[in-house]
């Protein structure tokens, strides 16, 4: 007979917060990982589930081997018991694995090997071949409703006022960074986990449309006509050309670089001079020394009070949109 699983499991993040006293963040979870180099938190984030399973199976292993050897039975090996408890003990975070873990495993692996079917209750089986039925019924139809279909909200036929603006879920930020860089307002959601209905209310309240790479935020498009998109290219460049292309958008030049990367906001009319950027970033962003000598414009966003100036990394990402974006020079 199969032993149950209990009802209620606990997560690896409640094991690791009630043994070790580490809380896991899962902040990054939804963080663009087609960006490479991996940023070094993505990189913390990605080896931590391997890293404390592995720290709680040395602290199980020690706990066994305790018990096995300081048993009631066992009372001549006592001197061994506590030698065995001081080497565990001073490993660190190095894994204690040797022959005696393995006769362990072997022993008692056939009895702990579930099925991922042992692992749900008989009530919920028949639901999941209902829904797979149902899902199948209705693939068809749910390919179809992920084409764009048009208008835009902000279409002058529908009373819009023709400036497009777009709604970057967490999944795909990075996306609405390059939005921003070709001069396209994109935004983002106000909290870090937004339900659905907040997306939407954002979305009609600022004439937006949602892009996103989450087919489950589907199912909300009758919800909301032509204003949710999925968003099909996984790399930043090619979703910026995929969106481009989808809603028929015409960049220009001297729209380039015209938006806040940080914020989405709206950059002053009248630029800067150096005294006044300097001035303006006291105790906010430092101006490199570099530009002291030279004559630069600097730019400060409305909303966030970001400086920008048109040096090298200026021209580079000029470059690289107008080779994205097909503008001739």
């Known amino acids: 007979m199969q032993k149950r699983l209990p009802k209620e499991t606990k997560s690896l993040a409640s094991i690791c ?9 899962k902040e990054l979870q939804c963080s663009d990982w087609s960006c490479r180099p991996l940023s070094e938190g993505q990189i913390q984030y990605a080896a931590s589930d391997a890293y404390y399973l592995l720290y709680i199976f040395d602290l199980f292993h020690q706990k066994v081997s ?28 190095d894994i204690c694995f040797d022959g005696y873990s393995t006769s362990i495993i072997t022993k008692y692996s056939d009895r702990i090997l579930l099925t991922e079917s042992d692992t749900k209750a008989r009530s919920s089986r028949r639901k999941e071949k209902q829904k797979l039925s149902s899902d199948a019924k209705c693939k068809e139809k749910f390919d179809y409703n992920t084409e764009w279909m048009g208008p835009p909200p902000w279409d002058p036929s529908v009373g819009g006022d023709g400036y497009p603006k777009f709604l970057c879920d967490v999944m795909i930020e990075g996306l609405a960074k390059h939005l921003r860089c070709v001069g396209l307002d994109a935004a983002t959601p106000s909290c870090r986990k937004p339900q659905p209905r907040e997306l939407l209310d954002q979305i009609y309240k600022e004439g937006r449309i949602l892009l996103t790479r989450d087919a489950k935020l589907i199912k ?11 968003v099909k290219s996984l790399l930043k ?17 001297d729209r380039l670089m015209s938006r806040c990367t940080k914020c989405n906001g709206s950059f002053i009319q009248k630029p800067l001079t150096l005294e006044e950027a300097i001035e303006a970033s006291k105790g906010f962003q430092v101006i490199p020394s570099c530009l002291f000598n030279r004559n ?34």
């Not at 909300?220 to 999925?230: D, E, F, K, P």
């Open 237 to 253: 460049h090619d979703q910026l050309a995929e969106v481009i292309d989808t809603f028929q958008l015409k960049i220009s030049e």
């Open 296 to 329: 630069m414009e600097f730019w400060k966003c409305t909303d966030c009070n970001q400086l920008y100036w048109e040096g090298t990394q200026y021209h580079n990402a000029v470059q690289k949109f107008m080779s994205v974006c097909n503008i001739s020079e």
């Open 220 to 230: 909300y498009q009758y919800l909301a006509t032509n204003q949710v998109y999925r």
């Open 17 to 25: 917060e009630e043994l070790l006293n580490v809380s896991l963040s």
């Open 66 to 93: 305790i018990e096995e050897k300081c048993s009631p039975t066992a009372e001549a090996s006592d001197e061994h018991c506590s030698q065995r408890a001081s080497e565990c003990s001073s490993s660190g975070n």
